[in-house]
């Protein structure tokens, strides 16, 4: 099907009334346009349950990748973790329909090309890796996550380490390497290993740290862009138009962003 538009909306984080009030502000229509998200779907916001509902019933007008928050739900709904108060979960896991909701959610990957030219991840694009590379890498993770084991992979995601990319890294390290750049990264060292303790604008960051959009990526090509949420303190500022942050904090009380990815208009709605 051809699509009259296609839009990539940032971080929702089960804010389902900014949702519909941005849609409803870029004239959306299922049968006719494509919503892709940035991830991060649940978490924090109002209505998680019905968000997933929602962007469940639009079918195939609807795609996304997924985010920290996304994986974190698989994992508490599979009793992997504890529930958060502040994530406000409590209606999505009592939820009749939960299981086919998750099994609906671990179908999407952590990193797509929507054509070629626009690639989107939670988090953003480790520098040593091209756009190729991360679509592959991905489908490694989508792999685990959609097998009858996809618990094995819940168990083992979680942690740190390894904080450097090595193409000969393999089993847990490789999948939790993958996991971390594709859905937690924000700063990396001066040795391009992440770090994971700095969440505030660059401009208030230490001097020994570096955005990874900051670090050059010579696999990325001149009229290539990314499309990335997580990051709410960036502003969308990144100085640089390959590197498109559409995450603007509405759970906290700032904006719902949305790229037209036809026209490179942003649509933002206050919350």
Same mark, same amino acid.
């Given at each position: 099907?051809?699509?009259?538009?296609?839009?990539?909306?940032?971080?929702?984080?089960?804010?389902?009334?900014?949702?519909?009030?941005?849609?409803?502000?870029?004239?959306?229509?299922?049968?006719?346009?494509?919503?892709?998200?940035?991830?991060?779907?649940?978490?924090?916001?109002?209505?998680?349950?019905?968000?997933?509902?929602?962007?469940?019933?639009?079918?195939?007008?609807?795609?996304?990748?997924?985010?920290?928050?996304?994986?974190?739900?698989?994992?508490?709904?599979?009793?992997?973790?504890?529930?958060? %108060?502040?994530?406000?979960?409590?209606?999505?896991? !009592?939820?009749?329909? &939960? #299981? $086919?909701?998750?099994?609906? *959610?671990?179908?999407?990957?952590?990193?797509?090309?929507?054509?070629?030219?626009?690639?989107?991840?939670?988090?953003?694009?480790?520098?040593?890796?091209?756009?190729?590379?991360?679509?592959?890498?991905?489908?490694?993770?989508?792999?685990?996550?959609?097998?009858?084991?996809?618990?094995?992979?819940?168990?083992?995601?979680?942690?740190?380490?390894?904080?450097?990319?090595?193409?000969?890294?393999?089993?847990?390290?490789?999948?939790?390497?993958?996991?971390?750049?594709?859905?937690?990264?924000?700063?990396?060292?001066?040795?391009?290993?992440?770090?994971?303790?700095?969440?505030?604008?660059?401009?208030?960051?230490? %001097?020994?740290?570096?955005?990874?959009?900051?670090? !050059?990526?010579?696999? &990325? #090509? $001149?009229?290539?862009?990314? *499309?990335?949420?997580?990051?709410?303190?960036?502003?969308?500022?990144?100085?640089?138009?390959?590197?498109?942050?559409?995450?603007?904090?509405?759970?906290?009380?700032?904006?719902?962003?949305?790229?037209?990815?036809?026209?490179?208009?942003?649509?933002?709605?206050?919350?």
């Amino acid at each position: 099907m051809t699509y009259r538009n296609t839009f990539v909306v940032g971080d929702i984080q089960g804010c389902y009334g900014g949702l519909q009030k941005l849609l409803k502000k870029a004239n959306f229509s299922a049968d006719k346009d494509k919503l892709i998200a940035v991830g991060d779907l649940v978490a924090r916001g109002e209505d998680s349950l019905g968000t997933l509902r929602f962007l469940k019933s639009l079918g195939s007008s609807f795609e996304t990748v997924l985010g920290n928050h996304d994986l974190h739900l698989l994992a508490v709904a599979n009793k992997i973790r504890k529930p958060k %108060k502040a994530d406000n979960l409590q209606p999505l896991l !009592d939820a009749p329909d &939960l #299981k $086919a909701l998750l099994d609906w *959610l671990r179908q999407f990957p952590l990193a797509k090309k929507i054509n070629a030219n626009h690639t989107i991840v939670h988090a953003g694009l480790y520098p040593h890796w091209s756009t190729d590379t991360l679509v592959s890498l991905s489908d490694e993770i989508s792999q685990q996550l959609q097998s009858k084991h996809y618990t094995d992979f819940l168990k083992n995601m979680y942690g740190n380490t390894p904080l450097k990319w090595s193409d000969k890294l393999e089993g847990v390290s490789r999948t939790r390497f993958i996991v971390n750049a594709c859905t937690r990264m924000r700063f990396l060292n001066a040795d391009t290993s992440l770090e994971f303790e700095t969440k505030t604008h660059p401009s208030q960051a230490s %001097k020994s740290v570096v955005p990874w959009f900051k670090v !050059d990526n010579t696999h &990325l #090509k $001149a009229q290539e862009q990314i *499309l990335f949420g997580h990051w709410a303190a960036l502003n969308s500022e990144t100085q640089d138009n390959r590197f498109v942050a559409l995450d603007t904090g509405y759970v906290w009380g700032q904006e719902m962003t949305m790229l037209d990815v036809n026209t490179g208009k942003l649509i933002r709605v206050h919350a």
